[in-house]
Every structure is written in C-alpha cells, then in structure tokens.
C-alpha cells in the first residue's frame, strides 16, 4: 500500500464514511473524502471576485450521478468550458462524504446529455477563499458560500470571517441532491426557517 492509499484510507475512517458499493479495501482507490464546509448566505459577500462560472447541472435520475457543465471567465475574460460526470455519496451525518469524479471530452457529455434528469443552474463567484454559489430558477433567492479543504484540521480550524447566516454543511436540505427537486415554495419556507425572505 502506497504512502497515497494510506493517507486516502485514514481520512476515510475520520469521516465515519465508506462506499457502499465499492469491493472490500477499495473504497479509497478511486472515490476520495470531500472535505468542504458549507455556508447560507444573506447576501454575496465582499471581496474581488478572480472568475466566475455558469454551472449547468443535470442530477440522472435513478443515480446518484451528477453531470456538470461549467462555463469559465477569468480575470482576463478568457472563457473555457469544463464537462464532468460526478458520484457523490453522502456521509453518515448527511453532510459531504466520498465524491468520484472523471472529466469528460465534448463527444462523451453529447451522449451523457439526453438522459432523463432533473436540472439545476447556478452561477459561482470564487472569491477567495470561498466559492459563492448563486442559484437561479426556483432556487432564486438562495446564495450559499463553500470552502474546500484538503485536510480535515483544516477543516476543522476554519473561520469564515464574513457575515454568514448560518453553517449548513450536514444540513441535507442544502446539498444539490436535494436542492435539485426543491420547489420555489419549498425554498420560501426553507428561508424562513432562518430568518430570511427567499428574496435575492
């Protein structure tokens, strides 16, 4: 076992998660710990924003896969399109758990494209160290703020250091899987529940 595969397997146990599917000692070769935490938003916070990206996601029905479209403009205003087809298995706590996730050539998302799903778009503002996720459609209204971590203490140590509503990171109703089929009134009462009015 590899210095690499060791390291994958401890964080594995440190997040209480395992993949269900994957064969006995393999859960660690190809799906990795997600370690990120997760933030309600009142509002975009301040900062300079270094890019911005149109997220374009489709949730295949029946799976637990994610195909992503993200559409990229940096600072210079240069723009590049990224495709990628994402498992995401939560952890015990509903919060992030194991996530697997290969890119993918214009030619395989065409074929990935049709099949049945339930869709979800979103623009992202990295503002560092933040990513700010602002939702559009029916989930108008809702801004939540991610930060990804390669190492739990970090994780664990971080302070937002901005105005946040609250943590919402094993907050299940926060997580895309379920934003996806979540409904304009839904969302409305969901706000609430925190203080806010849905409006952006």
Known sequence: MSDLDALLGESLLMSGTDHPDAPAGKAAKYAR??????FLLRAVP????????RIEDRYLEGTRLRLR????TDGRGDVSIARKLTQKIPGADGGPGLITSMYLSPQEY???QPLPARELAKSRLSIPPFGVDVFEGQLEG???AEVEFE??????????GIDVVAEVTSDVRFSGGRLVSTT???L????RAFGLDGCP
């Not at 479209?69 to 990229?72: D, G, H, K």
């Open 188 to 191: 409305a009462e969901l706000l």
């Open 33 to 38: 710990p997600e370690l990120e935490r997760r």
């Open 46 to 53: 301040p900062g300079e924003t270094v890019a911005r990206h």
């Open 151 to 160: 190492i739990r203490s970090d994780a664990d140590a971080f302070v937002p």
């Open 110 to 112: 065409a074929r990935l």
């Open 184 to 186: 304009a009134a839904e």
């Open 69 to 72: 479209r993200m559409t990229s």
């Open 142 to 144: 809702l801004i939540l």
